[in-house]
């Protein structure tokens, strides 16, 4: 690839347009001569004053170039408004410099036609070389061919990007210029790409350069900030595209393969939560670690998360065969020296819990098994009571027969003041595990976090099909909100309880404000390129049985404290009479195995008097059935 080292931005380029300049004022001024004597010899006595009187004319003339800014702007973009600062800084310098000779030597020896010459011959020196390269670097990206690409962010992952398209040989990309808003990087040129501007400028430079890819390669940007530089992408009307976040980018290197399309999640996600990794691979590093539901989305990332800490052996505990040979397979590709067991079991199944517990004697268990579908469970009373609330019991007693370490139990935030079946189920087995902790050798936590982005079942898979589609995607109501985070987030929350907990506590992400369903939908409509209410239509529904408008993380006798980690909350739990809760839980078994939805419900008012408590008083009808919000 052909570099010109010629000044194109930043310290070292501002240095080598000085130094051009300074070189050619001598230049111009001894051509100047030169031409007045036809290009013959210079007169030796007037050489000699020549030279005398560069003395004047090289400081007033470099000091006219800076003061009009010669040396603020980029080789690269040299334009009309730059040749305006040239002629400008030639006329005061020329007019300047002719001054200060007429007072210190009355002009003696100086030709009148030279100054006049000098003029001309300087402002062709100054201006033709930088015109000359940008020329030379507009004909050498025409000689590459691909998408003209603006590179939002001039840092280290703008850097790996480009280096990457460079040397691309499908030539499928061509990186023209970098935006960003640090001052320092404003006039640089990183493998011979400038930036350009701040990111204010992207719809004019894109407009101006012909940009046809816009790239945001700000991986470590605040929630924030990615909104605002996606905002400013849309109006542009072009493509754009983002890099992996950082944590994806360890390897050095950053691949063109690795560019994906701006997702939801980018808008919806929230500034990483710091955690202890270092406490939390000692907390699973060498052990022999079970995860139930292990094929689920967030049992299988969990699986992801653990596998890269070193566990003595992961367990993999699932009920659906398929879901069971996906991950295993993935974890086997990814991690061939870990030690892997994929049991195909069910929570439900007593015998089977047993088996993997006494074959296995795992020393930490994430329960992560469940059903979730608010909507369906409303009508499967009994299903939902034997697997999230006999399921966790039946786990929950094994990891205290084997004397397993730890166990974490997966709720959610639809378990305060629960409106649902779902819900009611998964407090119910809150309510065992954190009293379970007092009568047991085992640690017994919760980990409780909200609607999780891309889940299976969750609101954004069906919106991405509905606008696919064409629409309309269907919103149960205007007002409903919910909080976001995305699986991984949820996942590392879930292993770091396994370093803080002690036993009986419920560990809650401070997930900020709650996002309206509303805005997800216009969002994501906008994110494919189509504009709301215009494109695609958005419909209201109605409320689905069991949905509220708003959900609650912690209940008001939670007694919620801070812990070590900023974005992490800890809120003590609700003590039970053990032998009540046992016999209720006694009494729930009969249920199930009668199928009395009946006596189901009479036990959910027994243990959870909370029921119904966190209804808001505006909800409508139940409407058509949509996803889960």
Same mark, same amino acid.
Request: aromatic share 8%; glycine share 8%; hydrophobic share 45%.
């Given at each position: ?39 013959? %010899? ?9 030279? &005398? ?7 007033? &003339? ?32 020329? $007019? ?33 070389? +930088? ?29 790996? !990007? ?22 320092? +990087? ?58 992996? &976040? ?10 063109? @393969? ?36 292990? $094929? ?8 992801? &998360? ?22 295993? *397979? ?32 795992? /020393? ?13 469970? %409303? ?60 009568? /047991? ?67 809650? *992400? ?49 007694? !919620?404290?801070?812990?070590?980690? %900023? ?19 006694? +009494? ?6 009668? @199928? ?5 419900? /009479? ?27």
């Amino acid at each position: 690839m052909i570099r010109f080292p010629l000044p194109g931005g930043g310290i070292r380029g501002q240095w080598v347009a000085m130094f051009h300049d300074l070189l050619m004022i001598p230049v111009a001024w001894l051509l100047s001569y030169w031409l007045r004597f036809n290009l013959r %010899e210079i007169p030796p006595e007037l050489l000699q004053i020549a030279l &005398q009187y560069l003395l004047i004319v090289v400081p007033v &003339q470099f000091s006219a170039c800076s003061f009009f800014g010669l040396y603020r702007g980029v080789w690269r973009f040299t334009s009309l408004p730059d040749l305006v600062r040239i002629l400008k800084s030639v006329i005061v310098g020329v $007019g300047l410099s002719v001054a200060l000779l007429f007072l210190f030597y009355r002009l003696e020896g100086l030709p009148r036609s030279v100054p006049v010459l000098y003029a001309i011959m300087l402002g062709l020196l100054l201006s033709g070389p +930088r015109f000359l390269y940008r020329w030379l670097k507009d004909r050498h990206i025409t000689l590459r061919s691909g998408k003209r690409v603006l590179i939002v962010g001039a840092g280290q992952a703008g850097e790996m !990007l480009v280096r990457d398209l460079l040397r691309d040989v499908r030539g499928e990309y061509l990186p023209v210029a970098f935006v960003d808003d640090r001052a320092r +990087r404003q006039g640089q040129e990183i493998h011979g790409i400038p930036v350009a501007g701040t990111t204010s400028a992207i719809p004019d430079l894109v407009v101006e350069l012909g940009i046809e890819v816009i790239v945001l390669a700000v991986p470590s940007a605040s929630v924030e900030e990615r909104k605002r530089l996606i905002s400013l992408c849309e109006r542009t009307g072009v493509p754009f595209r983002t890099v992996p &976040q950082l944590d994806s980018l360890m390897s050095g290197r950053l691949s063109i @393969n690795q560019l994906r399309e701006v997702s939801i999640e980018d808008l919806l996600g929230r500034a990483p939560v710091a955690l202890s990794w270092e406490e939390i691979q000692r907390g699973l590093e060498g052990e022999v670690v079970l995860v139930t539901g292990a $094929g689920g989305s967030i049992g299988s990332e969990l699986c992801r &998360q653990i596998a890269r800490l070193g566990p003595g052996r992961l367990v993999l505990f699932e009920n659906s065969e398929f879901n069971l040979y996906s991950i295993e *397979l993935e974890l086997r590709r990814e991690y061939p020296d870990l030690a892997l067991s994929a049991v195909l079991g069910d929570v439900r199944d007593e015998v089977s819990v047993e088996a993997v517990f006494s074959g296995h004697t795992p /020393s930490v268990v994430f329960h992560a098994a469940a059903y979730k579908h608010v909507p369906m469970l %409303e009508y499967q009373v009994r299903e939902a009571v034997r697997n999230n609330v006999l399921g966790t019991r039946r786990v929950a007693a094994a990891a205290d027969r084997h004397g397993c370490g730890q166990f974490v139990l997966i709720s959610t935030d639809k378990a305060v003041n629960p409106a649902n079946v779902m819900g009611t189920t998964k407090r119910l087995a809150e309510l065992y595990c954190q009293n379970m902790d007092a009568r /047991s050798d085992t640690s017994f936590v919760t980990v409780r976090f909200g609607n999780v982005l891309g889940s299976a079942g969750s609101v954004v898979p069906l919106f991405r099909r509905q606008i696919e589609d064409g629409g309309p995607v269907t919103v149960t109501h205007p007002d409903i909100e919910r909080f976001f985070m995305t699986i991984p987030e949820a996942c590392q929350l879930i292993m770091q309880a396994v370093a803080l907990g002690r036993g009986g506590e419920i560990f809650i *992400l401070d997930m900020g404000e709650p996002v309206k369903i509303r805005y997800l939908a216009e969002q994501m409509i906008r994110l494919s390129g189509r504009e709301p209410g215009r494109d695609v239509e958005i419909v209201y529904t109605g409320l689905r049985p069991g949905e509220k408008l708003y959900e609650e993380l912690f209940h008001r006798d939670e007694s !919620l404290r801070p812990t070590q980690h %900023e974005k992490i909350l800890l809120a003590q739990h609700r003590t039970t009479d053990w032998q009540r809760l046992c016999a209720a839980f006694d +009494r729930l078994e009969e249920a199930v195995n009668r @199928n009395d939805e009946t006596a189901l419900h /009479s036990v959910f008012r027994q243990l959870v008097p909370e029921t119904g408590q966190g209804e808001d008083p505006r909800r409508k009808r139940p409407g058509a059935a949509t996803a889960e919000a």
